[in-house]
């Protein structure tokens, strides 16, 4: 009987060396420009208290959440009619105590009220790390992948969500990605639902609509249906969703018909402000005001950004938004922050649809000496630290096999330069090169290797 081959779980990939070298040009990347504009890095645990998740993603969000079985008899002193409850979070608290993190920012705001007194606010961070949701694997969708996060808490200063965004656009110009950063704000979308006399029905409002883009309005409107809203407040909400105009007449127009909602008011205010921020700023990206983007995360309470490529059909690459009350969840008050998150899969997929990685994000060593024999080979390992400290990526083939099989080595490895050393290179004390690429062959001195090989 045949061994059965070995499998990973749906929604998770492996990546090999060069998949690697393409994933950190992307993190790194995002690293330089994160930590450019002052942002410092944190980490927290792949796993967090099922309590601390809970209820912080809306109930969609719950039921993507994998849930961690306790060690042991996890049923233990469980009723299995609780079980039967479907949905039910009292069961999984008693038989899950821990879950894998669904993102970065309910953690981080966790970390913030624990490590409150060692913080200085406002406080600015990024993470990258991953994080896992039990969601149907599709193209661009995956249980587990990176997120890439910067946050500030403790300012509700407009000039955060200014600086993030810049960060956005700096970060996609320098992938060479045309992106659409859009914006909207929560305080704008409860405006909207007071307007068409369903205040109670935000987070249904919400979530649906946030599907506009994915599903078209009949189905958006049914689903409104199915979660009760009514249909005079659904053909009050129409004409809304279909504002037409650039960013400043849709918020006029808005301004216009909320013009009794305080909240609603307060949002396009604090979008107005932001758009002109924004203006002088001059990104290379278009920003667009989006009255339909709400996310579907409920605890978003001012901005809400996301970004979508310009030349790739994939979804949301990078999405963010104000969150004043997301520390109040976990006892500390009146903290505000506001986060972005880029979603590294998604923009490495992006990438690869594009051929936009560049020759240089390849990892690999720069030089290999070829190996003639154990003499030769023993010598060219006196030569390796001096390329090592020059910063240069250098190996040797560890077996003397022909020297056509170590070339197609070289080739397959993308190596630039072959260094040949026989016995007539250890008698003059000088190397011979070869260049992979244009295939030139010439002599040189291992000083003049490295400042070639440096270049």
């Not at 994080?131 to 996060?149: M, N």
């Not at 808005?254 to 758009?275: F, P, Q, S, V, Y």
Request: charged residues 25%.
């Amino acid at each position: 009987m045949a061994l059965q081959k070995p499998s990973i779980p749906k929604g998770t990939r492996d990546f090999g060396p060069v998949e690697m070298s393409k994933r950190n040009y992307i993190f790194n990347t995002i690293k330089k420009v994160f930590q450019h504009h002052g942002y410092s890095q944190i980490e927290t645990p792949a796993m967090e208290n099922l309590d601390t998740l809970l209820g912080k993603y809306g109930d969609e969000g719950d039921k993507l959440l994998f849930k961690i079985l306790n060690s042991g008899d996890f049923f233990d002193g469980v009723d299995p009619l609780e079980l039967r409850q479907s949905g039910s979070n009292t069961a999984s608290l008693k038989i899950c105590e821990k879950g894998l993190r669904y993102d970065l920012t309910v953690p981080f705001a966790r970390f913030v009220v624990q490590h409150q007194h060692e913080i200085e606010f406002p406080f600015k961070r990024y993470q990258i790390q991953p994080v896992w949701r039990a969601d149907r694997p599709q193209k661009g969708r995956y249980r587990e992948f990176y997120q890439c996060d910067a946050d500030v808490v403790g300012s509700d200063s407009l000039l955060n969500e200014a600086d993030l965004i810049s960060i956005i656009d700096e970060v996609f110009q320098q992938l060479d990605i045309r992106v659409k950063i859009k914006l909207n704000n929560r305080k704008i979308l409860a405006g909207i639902a007071g307007y068409i006399g369903q205040p109670d029905k935000i987070t249904a409002i919400t979530v649906a609509i946030d599907k506009l883009d994915k599903i078209g309005t009949e189905a958006v409107f049914q689903e409104l249906q199915l979660k009760g809203v009514s249909v005079q407040g659904i053909y009050k909400l129409e004409p809304l969703l279909a504002l037409s105009g650039n960013n400043t007449d849709r918020l006029d127009s808005l301004r216009k018909i909320l013009a009794t909602d305080t909240t609603g008011i307060k949002g396009i205010d604090e979008a107005t402000h932001l758009l002109g921020i924004l203006d002088t700023l001059k990104l290379k990206s278009e920003v667009e005001f989006d009255i339909s983007l709400a996310r579907g995360l409920n605890y978003y309470t001012g901005t809400i950004i996301e970004v979508k490529a310009q030349e790739a059909e994939i979804g949301s690459i990078c999405g963010g938004g104000r969150y004043d009350d997301l520390t109040g969840i976990f006892g500390l008050k009146n903290i505000s922050g506001v986060g972005i998150s880029f979603g590294a899969d998604r923009i490495f997929d992006v990438l690869e649809q594009l051929n936009r990685f560049p020759a240089g994000a390849m990892e690999s060593s720069r030089v290999l000496f070829a190996n003639f024999g154990e003499k030769e080979a023993l010598h060219c390992l006196t030569l390796l630290p001096l390329l090592y400290k020059a910063g240069i990526a250098a190996e040797i083939y560890p077996d003397a096999a022909k020297l056509k099989k170590q070339m197609a080595y070289a080739d397959a490895r993308h190596i630039h330069y072959m260094v040949l050393v026989g016995e007539n290179e250890m008698n003059e004390g000088n190397l011979t090169i070869k260049n992979m690429v244009t295939g030139e062959q010439f002599k040189a001195s291992p000083e003049e290797l490295i400042k070639l090989a440096g270049c």
